[in-house]
């Protein structure tokens, strides 16, 4: 009888020994699964600040507007991520805002002042991300403060401007005039050059499209348009016929869009304007960028700068295609088969929201074997019309030089060339 006893007992011991075991092992499990979220979270998140800083930093020209440009370009980029466990809405738990992005100057020191910034970083805390089984223990054993049922992650990243060794330049090519040479090779900053919508290059310093990749495939050209990148210094680039097609990529930096168009898409976000330049509405045709108003311009015509700072679209404070005070009564130029423009002004519209750095590019300069010897910056005057006709761009200087306005997408690393934005935290 004593000896049954005894093992009644023992067996009392296992059993509690076992749940013992069994809530020690729920406890691995839980730190396993629910850090693991946690680690997946932290990594998506890093990577949307990753993004955010790099955007915001290509904006950091020393120009009045360059904070607002970069946190616009910064909340775009990086809330175009996904997070907690690849969200759109990141679980509904807040996406980055204008507090979360912060500016440093050359010595690291924070800063306000736009002509003084350096550095960009964008800094993020994810709440509320729901543990698993730790929930399940801390209802268990009634400790939520060992236990809790929610956690947070934090993410943070700056970046700067440094020179480049790839680009990532549209696919159109300048010719230098003959006998100029570096820096300008013979063109004048503020000068409108004549992009000929023909197959080759114009000769004379006009510019032509090219396709970067060295191919003579015309589909080509408008992918290069949605984004390059890898173009070096001595590639040979390709002589493609132009087809029509290329005018709806073109258009989206100037945020107009046929009925499929939409500015929150990566490739359909728009620049910060989409305010036109021709004869016009800007008769001097020259310094369109940061120049005065010229005489016998549009009444209500100011220059890139101004119009960026105020997110105007092509109709400038409208929305009208077509019509009076509409993107082609103040350019002239007939828009034909597109039929909306991204809403100009205040936060919700759709060059401040989804708004980026898109009209001010990065351009090949090429010597007569169509290889690549330097980079040009310039700026994107008109859209396309249709059926299609010349387009203008203006001459900003060498794309390398220290006040360019100029910053491509590529590899940093370069002893000079375009300013790329590159992480460094």
């Not at 054993?141 to 990532?168: E, K, M, N, W």
């Not at 310039?378 to 203006?394: C, D, F, G, K, R």
Request: with cysteine; hydrophobic share 40%.
């Amino acid at each position: 009888m004593r000896s049954a006893a005894i093992h009644q007992r023992q067996r009392g011991a296992y059993i509690v020994t076992a749940a013992f075991l069994l809530l020690f092992l729920l406890g691995f499990m839980g730190i396993a699964l629910d850090f693991g979220r946690l680690f997946v979270v932290k990594t998506e998140l890093q990577t949307a600040m990753d993004s955010c800083a790099l955007a915001a930093a290509q904006e950091l020209d020393s120009q009045p507007t360059a904070l607002d440009r970069a946190r616009s370009a910064g909340m775009t980029a990086g809330n175009l991520n996904r997070v907690n466990m690849q969200s759109a809405t990141w679980a509904g738990q807040g996406q980055i805002v204008v507090a979360n992005i912060s500016f440093r100057d050359a010595a690291y020191a924070a800063t306000t002042a736009p002509s003084a910034a350096r550095y960009a970083q964008c800094q993020h805390t994810q709440p509320n991300i729901n543990s698993w089984l730790l929930k399940a223990m801390g209802a268990f054993s009634g400790d939520t403060a060992s236990f809790p049922l929610t956690r947070s992650v934090l993410a943070s990243a700056v970046a700067t401007r440094a020179s480049a060794q790839t680009t990532c330049p549209v696919p159109v090519a300048l010719k230098p005039k003959p006998g100029g040479t570096a820096p300008n090779y013979g063109f004048v900053v503020g000068e409108w050059i004549t992009l000929i919508n023909e197959q080759n290059a114009a000769q004379g310093g006009q510019i032509g499209w090219v396709n970067l990749d060295g191919s003579s495939s015309a589909s080509e050209t408008e992918a290069e348009l949605n984004g390059h990148c890898g173009t070096r210094v001595g590639d040979n680039l390709g002589t493609p016929g132009v087809q029509t097609s290329v005018a709806d990529a073109w258009n989206y930096r100037f945020g107009i869009y046929k009925n499929t168009g939409d500015p929150s898409t990566l490739i359909g976000n728009p620049d910060f304007t989409g305010y036109a330049y021709t004869a016009t509405n800007w008769p001097a045709q020259q310094n369109a960028y940061d120049g005065p108003a010229p005489g016998a311009a549009a009444p209500t015509a100011q220059n890139f700068v101004t119009k960026r700072a105020a997110f105007a679209s092509c109709a400038d404070t409208g929305t009208r295609v077509r019509g009076a005070n509409s993107c082609e009564s103040i350019t002239g130029l007939s828009m034909n088969s597109f039929q909306k423009l991204a809403a100009p002004g205040n936060a919700t519209g759709g060059h401040k929201q989804y708004g980026r750095n898109r009209r001010i590019v990065t351009v090949p300069v090429i010597n007569g074997a169509n290889q690549v010897v330097d980079y040009a910056c310039m700026l994107m005057l008109q859209p396309l019309s249709i059926p299609m006709s010349n387009v203008q761009l203006e001459f900003r200087g060498n794309a390398g030089a220290a006040n360019s306005p100029c910053v491509t997408s590529g590899l940093a690393g370069g002893g000079a060339g375009p300013l790329v934005p590159v992480l460094v935290r």
